[in-house]
Nanobody
């Protein structure tokens, strides 16, 4: 399974950005998907997750109401719509996939497949 993340860039505070992650290889809709991020000097932290059905979504508290995770199973793609961005949201964002880790699993070590990071920089 290969994951390709895109959509990062420079955005002003209160702006929006949409990240995409396309899965390929032995990928099918049975995988749960997630987004994590790592800011400079900090560890990797859970941002949002979505279960295979797309009916259950999970978020860290600081992004609730601002970020939305969704998936298009036909395109093997998961999205992270980020609104009302804050400087503290600046980080490398990574998409992840796993057969067994639930979309609510915040432990990055439990996720098997990872995309490369895409950098989001929010200017104040």
């Amino acid at each position: 399974v290969q994951l390709q993340a895109s959509g990062g860039g420079l955005v002003q505070a209160w702006g929006s950005r949409r990240l995409s992650c396309v899965a390929s290889g032995r990928m099918n809709s049975r995988y749960n998907m997630g987004w994590f991020r790592r800011a400079p000097g900090k560890g990797r932290e859970f941002v949002a997750g979505i279960n295979l059905s797309g009916g259950s979504t999970y978020y860290r508290d600081s992004v609730k109401g601002r970020f939305t995770i969704s998936r298009d199973t036909a395109k093997n793609t998961v999205y992270l719509q980020m609104n009302s961005l804050r400087p503290e949201d600046s980080a490398y964002y990574y998409c992840a996939a796993d057969l067994f880790a639930s979309g609510s699993n915040t432990k990055y070590t439990d996720w098997r497949y990872w995309g490369q990071g895409t950098l989001v920089t929010v200017s104040s």
